[in-house]
């Protein structure tokens, strides 16, 4: 079994390496009693882009990509390696005495959230947006066994050593995925949630899309470039719609490939879309006891392998004016509002009626109490 596994490991040798250089780095502030699990790393945690005749390349961890919010660093063990989560906390002056957690998507970053936290935090939340593991500016294993289980566990561990011990979750895309699984897993302190088109509402596997090896997955990220993002986001995010507004998120994406850590941010995407790909949320809903509202774009079309799906079972796939209604009518407490016109990020392409909607949402939850 080694004989056929070295070759294969043989390959993230580099970033190995560099991963446990890293986890040195940080041992000594996890130990810090004083650190509480969290320090200021900076907008851009000190490095500035590299330009290339295609555009800037970020570092693994999007070094050089300024965030919108001052950033700070929580170092944990989990499975047996030190990693750290960036993540941005941002105060409101008011308080209203509720905290809002943002989930961000898998081709997205917390920095995505950047209008939704601003609105939030004018209306008196405090807001956390974490970078998941695998993601962004946080730590991208060699070897991790991703699921949904273990971020929405990383993500209560952050929230506990902030404090945060009842908090609205509100995901996105996959984001959503893992909303549900958190709150799962921790109703007690999911006080509300909040689903803007999740994905996960179908069981893609069930329904004939073919499973891929994480190999074949992690062949077809290394061919991701910027006029692939663009191209897809335009048609799924976007409704067929593109501004200039959203071209940095194109870059943000691109640059990580184009960087001297496309090899390490190449695989765990892989492995992160294997997750995605293998453990549905749907089933589950049901089980949902906590106020949930549903912000649904209508145009989306998401489907996890639609594209290597035979055309009959892709047609079948991503329908989200049904999907949503299906889940609205699965969750006990499930209120639904949809955006007809908008795809697959409202919160992006339509921040007014999408926060408009939210604010009202989340209002609701107070006038119950």
Not at 85 to 96: G, I, L, S
Request: with cysteine.
């Amino acid at each position: 079994m080694s004989a056929i596994l070295n070759p294969t490991l043989a390959r993230f040798a580099p970033f190995v390496a560099a991963l446990s250089a890293a986890a040195l780095c940080h041992v000594a502030f996890a130990a810090d009693p004083e650190a509480s699990g969290a320090a200021p790393m900076g907008a851009s945690s000190g490095q500035v882009a590299t330009q290339t005749p295609d555009g800037p390349a970020y570092g693994p961890e999007l070094q050089g990509f300024e965030y919108p919010h001052p950033v700070h660093d929580f170092a944990f063990v989990s499975q047996g390696q030190t990693l750290h989560m960036a993540y941005m906390d941002v105060q409101p002056a008011k308080p209203n005495g509720r905290t809002a957690v943002l989930l961000h998507g898998k081709n997205f970053c917390s920095a995505t959230w950047d209008a939704t936290i601003r609105e939030l935090h004018a209306a008196g939340y405090r807001v956390i947006a974490p970078d998941q593991i695998g993601f962004c500016k946080s730590s991208k294993p060699a070897s991790y066994q991703f699921s949904f289980q273990q971020l929405a566990r990383n993500t209560h561990a952050l929230l506990a050593a902030l404090g945060v011990h009842d908090a609205t979750i509100i995901g996105h895309s996959t984001g959503g995925m893992l909303a549900v699984r958190y709150a799962l897993m921790y109703p007690g302190e999911t006080e509300q949630l909040v689903l803007v088109n999740p994905i996960g509402l179908e069981d893609w596997k069930a329904k004939g899309v073919p499973s891929i090896p994480v190999d074949d997955w992690y062949a077809r990220e290394l061919k991701t470039n910027a006029d692939g993002i663009r191209r897809y986001e335009q048609a799924t995010y976007y409704a067929g719609q593109w501004r200039p507004a959203y071209e940095p998120w194109v870059q943000m994406l691109a640059g990580m490939y184009r960087g001297p850590g496309k090899a390490r941010v190449a695989w765990d995407s892989a492995l992160l879309y294997d997750m995605i790909y293998t453990q549905p949320v749907v089933y589950e809903l049901g089980q949902l006891q906590m106020p949930t509202l549903l912000l649904i774009g209508d145009k989306d079309t998401t489907a996890i392998g639609k594209d290597l799906a035979p055309p009959e079972v892709r047609a079948q796939l991503g329908h989200y004016p049904v999907l949503a209604k299906a889940a609205q009518r699965a969750i006990p407490h499930a209120t639904l509002v949809e955006f007809a016109e908008l795809g697959h990020a409202p919160q992006m392409q339509d921040p007014q009626a999408f926060h408009a909607a939210l604010l009202k949402g989340l209002d609701a939850l107070n006038t119950s109490h």
